[in-house]
């Protein structure tokens, strides 16, 4: 049946568009992991909280309103007005570089050469307060958050593919915001790839990646690094935050999507970059794919979450480092 | 001073070998069950077991279970919820299916249960290892979560795929079902977790304790010097299934009753469970159960101080809570990576050398 | 300002919180934080604000004051139990839990503590029958009238025969979720259409795949079950692929003003089920405005009145205060008790006069509650949204559903629920 077939096809190109959105989150976890080895399960609420913080400058909204009306019984909610939406993402960029500086400060300094699990713990309690932090700063009701990047169905691929399969095929449905997705991951990437390539603190951050203590010895300052990237994640989280908030709108449920890119890091390794990108995009395309031939038409549907987390713990068990993950060697 | 190791005589190897050899702990010991068998029903009100101590002595069982996956065998796992709905599920089959089974036949079946299925799930656990494996049993929980919301004979077919705890008598008392008593529950749950943290102890200084402590330590030196990692690592996965399954089990039948899966025994559940054991202490019993008793009190107290003391609107304290809970987890880990129970050390050598400071 | 007094007390020492018992004490479960907290913010609001409007404009209700005990749940069970302990002693009359997950929690600890339940609009839909659920009531519908209403709809809309049409229900995939199926599967043999089961996962970020499945089999209809941000991105998504939004109607759960605004003009015509009226268009806001709003004692920031929600969250109360009339009358006395209160929720008879009365001419149907009867009627109407002028409206009268599938479906799982727990069924 060709319409069948061609609705594989587009089953095919939305998983690969899903697969970007799921590396977008995957890409801040990785970043923050290669350099200090922290497996930073905030990584999501960092999005939730980069979009409200956007959001709220965007719209002019008086942080903490709602208790300072609580204690003072005063009646503030706005500024009166509006940022441009250039301008907010600058001024939510700067409150990501003073929240990395803050948790460098405040938190890595005193755990530094702990056990692994404790820093993960140490980020789940970053996650507990961000995630109290973030409401009581911007509110908990959902807000609306528009840059200005178009939403909705493709209809010029829609309209010229609709050719292909026959009467009962209507085209490519693609999500015009995940097309503006997969540009904008794409330039993430390349931007990152050049920073780390050609820039001095690109290099250091490399040769921190690659060994803390030798990179000590020639003198980078290792929690400058750490500020750095902390500071890159927050960024990609701002990106991760709007693609994702543009979607659904910026609620609470946005910083779930961390639990989405865990199969993506396991797939990839949890310290590769082109591994991040690639899982992404076997984890979209396979769930979708699952769901379109198997999920939905036998097993009654909604597999996806589930199937990511099998489709990497199988992987795994051929090769238990990840897809680009630096291949484990144990010694006695 | 207060603490002394010294001046104990042991003339058998039985009592030297005793779960407490140190007469101040053995003190420590019978007087807490004393607080909590006799002092603790006397004075907690409905609102204080409903709210802390039920939920308490059940967590307790589950981070017993984990603590032995975790602190003891060194197996990061994030699948505590699912394995949890798992003794949930097969409690309520086994109650529906067997109406004149005995509840407490019923519980330990089904973590019976749940330690077989945690068997399949740690089979991976051979090649994964780290936060790989922790991430590989967030798959069990989104599987097992998905499996009992999908297929109805799991829920008996219920319009709306809820399972309801039918009434069960123990030496008749009500525990389970509408007309359930707190009191009973208490002490079926306090029974358990005294009985479960005593075997739990025992395993742990036994053989095969050392076996897991030294696969956790480094699981390839173990295997060279003869410890089996297959039956290491599997008993590790079953022992702590069969402590997470009672505790759901306990948690559907006795404390709430009603269940709904991907509410319940959500990925929050999983995570609670590995909080509990890293506030507490990986590796202690001891340090479980004030994992436990922590990440259950805290959050109560500070909403009745809150809210119920202070006045303050429920959202901005529950806010609060959470920035609150958060910060105390980064501010603990700080001062003490161990956990309470390494807090719990070190205080009683301060003890122990009172009033000198060497 | 409630926050500055508490402070000033706390630091002299007082403890504000004692209750005072003569009071009619209603707590609140509500939601103000988490993953629901978009739509618990505006029920919470209205059901507290219109108690604060009775205790301001008249006292209370028949001369007793009223106090609302709020107390945080996060939409999570366990903290719902805790709520409950903590707020049953201090003389509580009836609870709303705002979620059907707390309500299947409380059914058997307020039954057996004699606490009513009403659980409007959700909650444990064979607890209509009263013989079997004493103490719980789901008035004025619950979620099996909603699917039969959406089926009675789309019959309507097709001069009555919808034989071979395929209708869609995407649902939130959990008990809430799965209630409508059943029925649904009911009414689909008894009409002859087709029905395509599509959840979705908690939370509802992601429907991709459930929304080109749409887009492929192309169904005629479209009905949702869904809360939260599910309902967000499921508009989002049906209009994304350009599905015709009139046949797409929702639960009264998914048919606020938050889950569609975000989608802009694209969720033009999206219907949803109504159990009242929305908008603001009543005498009765004047009174809120004026002995709430105008004296700064709104619950929350005060920016979500006259959203459906919180029309919702008032209609509970204006239930709640009409069964405490009722009760007040039979018992002849004004300070209630708890049995009391659910004597007076069997009894409510309520009425357009009733309505006018109260400033809300037309607001919801009539309904009458018996022992046999604990739904109510299921009268449900169909609104729809007007993304120009950003308002619900609704586009039919408030009508019957087929009480015949439900009756017996309720009849059914009540039944079964009586054996599995030793109940024999009788009137209190």
Sequence with gaps: MPAEFYYGVEVFLNGLMAGVMYSLVALGFVLIFKASGIFNYAQGIMALFAALTLVGFQEGQIPFSHLINAIFGTELHHFGWHMPAFF????????????????????????????????????????????GFGDLMWGSNVKKLDIGIPQGGNFWIEESTAFLGGPDFYGFYLDTLDIYATFIAAALVIALVIFSQYTKTGRALRAVADDHQAALSVGISLRAIWVIVWAIAGFVALVAGIMWGAKSGVQFSLSLIALKALPVLMLGGFTSIPGAIIG?????????????????????????????????LVFLVFRPQGLFGEKIIERV | MFYREAGEFKTSYRADQQTFPIGLDKLGFYTSLLIAFVVIPLTMSEYWAQAVFLPFLIFGIAAIGLNILTGYCGQVSLGSGGFMAVGAYACYKLMTAFPDMNILICVLLSGGVTAFVGLIFGLPSL????????????????FLVWLFNKVGWFYNYSASGQITAPERTL??????????????IYFVCLGLLVFLAVIARNLTRGAMGRKWMAIRDMDIAAEIIGVNPLMAKLTAFAISSFYVGISGALLFALYLGAVEVGEAFSIQKSFLILFMIIIGGLGSIFGSLVGAAFMIAMPVILKNLLVTSLGWPGDIAAHLEFMIVGLMIIVFLILEPHGLAMLWRIIKEKLRIWPFSH | MKLRNALIAAFTGVCVATPVLADLVFPALTYRTGAYAVSGIPQADG???????????????????????????QYNTEKGVECYEKTKGLGALVYQPMSTGITYQLIPKASADGIPIHSMGYGRTSAA???VFPYVFNYPANYWNGASAVVNHILELNGGNIKGKKIALVYHNSGYGKEPIRTLEELSAKHGFDLTLLPVDHPGQEQKSQWLQIRRERPDYVTMWGWGVMNQVAIQEAANI????ENFIGIWWSGSENDVIPAGDAADGYKALALHAPGMDFPLFDDMKKHVYDKGMAAGAGDQIGTILYNRGMFQAILAAEAVKVAQKMSGKADITAAEMRVGMENLKVDQAMFSNLGLPNFAPNLSVSCDNHGGAGLVAVQQWDAKAKTWSLVSDFKPTDMDVINKLITEDSSAYAKENNITPKCL
């Excluded at chain 1, 699952?290 to 199937?307: C, D, H, K, Q, R």
């Excluded at chain 2, 991430?135 to 929980?141: G, I, N, P, R, S």
């Excluded at chain 2, 030496?171 to 009973?184: C, D, Q, R, S």
């Excluded at chain 3, 350009?242 to 939004?245: K, N, V």
């Design chain 2, 127 to 142: 090649r994964i290892k780290g936060f790989y494996l922790a991430v590989a049993t967030l798959a069990a929980q989104f």
């Design chain 1, 280 to 312: 992404g995009l076997i984890i979209g395309v396979g769930e979708k794919m699952f769901e379109f031939l198997i999920g939905a038409p036998l097993l009654g549907g909604a597999t996806e979450n589930w199937f990511a987390y099998m489709v990497a």
């Design chain 2, 171 to 184: 030496f008749g008392y009500v525990i389970t079902g509408a007309k359930a008593e707190t009191l009973p």
């Design chain 3, 242 to 245: 350009r599905y015709p939004m």
């Design chain 3, 47 to 73: 059901y507290s604000d219109y108690f604060t409007m009775l205790n301001e404009r008249d006292g209370g209700i028949g001369g007793e004051p009223i106090k609302v005990v709020e107390c945080e749940t």
């Design chain 3, 129 to 131: 029958n009263g013989k």
């Design chain 1, 88 to 131: 907010a993402i600058l001024a939510a960029l700067v409150i990501m570089i003073i929240f990395a500086w803050l948790v460098e400060k405040l938190i890595l300094q005193h755990l530094v050469n702990q056990e692994p699990i404790i820093l993960f713990m140490a980020t789940i309690g970053l996650a507990y307060f961000m995630e």
